[in-house]
């Protein structure tokens, strides 16, 4: 029999033979994870794509691609965790009860899902990157036809590329077990699944990893920047006489023209602070991807390419790994709701309205309101007055708006 090995199965194991997986000091604290991680995986992407289908104020290009990733995600919890916590905790050494066809379902989408989480982020960024560089142009570069179009050759390429996990996946029946497993298939002498785990770790995580650290030290270049002429415009003097304005002072004369002095600025900082909120939220979904999934491409690489006939004492430690390595990968899928909870104030207040009582959001609504009433500036005597702040109000809803639409 081929092995298995980021499956479970080794060349010389059987299921009788002894395991660390079945002592309940390894076995039950495992099990107790892989519950967690699974109500946390399902009922949390379930919420946020509830959330943003029924929000009308969610339904954003940002939020399109966060909905296509809480999908990716909660496939993953109902395809793939529990499966694998039968597979290695639940069950003594392997078994597999669920059948030949869940057996080939669950291989296929348990290397395809990562895979597709990893080129949503890719797209994700993309679009953060032109919302904070170029704000107009985002609905004129996010079409319908360009969204729906770029995320399904995400699913469609990630399929395709992992296609050889469903051909390899093996179900094998005996006297009074079953396992499901996966066989090795050679071409032309050449091991292809070797071959694809290798092109999954540079396609689907050196190469994105390396484009969103681009963007987002690009992003973090470009807020700094407008932090700081924000800050240096703000402590400007009014005038400047007998003195040639700077080019510093000429813009920051532009920007009251258009905006109004007070308001101009402080339309400025709340556009800053919105994208920091935004880009830090996807800072850190990107932070999870990175970090909880190398351990389990790590271990793909190397069961790929190591020696089959291994020591006996490192196929012990293998099987403690490999449960290990797949919940730090699990646990990427559960742990975006969490982040969108406590980074996104937006989405926290989208769940109120979806899932709290209406006399609640109509008791929210009106403390808005009054709150935004007590905040509103007093009109100034004069006619004048009025109509530069009637205008320069306009201009910073406008530009605010704009950027407001798109931010999470």
Known sequence: MNGSDDLGMVDDSTPDDESPLSRPAFRYPILVAYICVFLLCVLGNLS??????TQRSMRTVTHFF????????LLVGIFCVMQNATHFALLSNVRWPFGEMLCHSYVYVLHLIPNASAGILVLLSVERFIAVCRPMMVKTVFTKSVLTTSTLLVWV???TMNYPYLIAAQYLKFDDFTICTRKNIVILRMNVLRVVTTMNFIVWYAIPLTI??????TIGIIIFRSTKETSVARSLPKSVAGR?????LLLHQQSKKLLGSENGSMCHAETIDGRRRVIRLVVFIVLSFALLSIPRYIYLMWSSWRDNTVP??????TALIQPFTFLLMFLNSAINPLLYAFLSKRFRSAIADTFCCRRDRDKRRQRMIALSNWREPKATSTV???RNDRRSNINCRMHRDSY???AV
Do not use: F, G, H, M
Request: glycine residues 0%; positive net charge.
């Open 157 to 159: 390429a990630s399929a």
């Open 312 to 317: 006996r004492c490192l196929q012990c430690i």
């Open 384 to 386: 004048l007055d009025e």
């Open 48 to 53: 946020i794509i509830t959330v943003i289908v």
């Open 66 to 73: 966060l909905a296509n990733l809480a999908v990716a995600d």
């Open 404 to 406: 407001s639409k798109q």
């Open 244 to 248: 040639r304005p700077s080019k510093k």
């Open 212 to 217: 969103l650290l681009v963007i987002y030290i």
